[in-house]
């Protein structure tokens, strides 16, 4: 029983973590510019926020539930504001500068993992994908005693941590293999793609807005 929950668990954390959304470009782009544990750290930032969305959504946390519904717009505008800087930051930067910062052991993982976690965690519809997963795998109706939820909880940070571990590991397979002139394009693609997320996420705010007018 408790090794079903599990592995639903893992499941269940693959599922939200392999979409190649923001967190994995950026993902991909600290483990090529800096190092592996650069990127999977900032992994495990997502692998964070989003187990702590699962827990508020294994435990029917109706009150949390209730507050992020009721201020939805606010939090993912704040959302946009961190990707938005993001992907300007990155966009400028240089990797050159990165390489020499990574050989003079300046990296700050604790960075990394922070920013990762706050982007990920400002999307308060994690919460809802969460239940609606919750729902349709049928784990729900194992939810009513809390020792369950744990063994799910647990399942959801060891599939996310997977996750991330494999996707550093393969791009750091090839890193080596990746010139300055490609370090340079990843830069400008992975800011592009964040500007571009934050505009659709404007978008989708101002259609919220203007329908509820």
Known sequence: MFLTLILKGILIGLLVSIPLGPIGVLVIQRTVNKSRMAGLVSGMGAALSDTLYAIIAGFSLTYIVEFIRTH??????IGALVLLGLGIHIFFKNPVTDFRKHRLGGNTHFKDILSTFLV???????????LAIFASSGVASNLEQPYNTFFVITGVFTGTFIWWFSLSGIVSLFRHKINLRILWWINKTAGVLMVVFVLATVIVVLQKGLHII
Request: glycine content about 0%; proline content about 6%; aromatic content about 18%.
């Open 72 to 77: 939805e717009t606010l939090l993912q505008s």
């Open 120 to 130: 990920t965690f400002s999307n308060p519809l994690s919460v809802f994908v969460f």
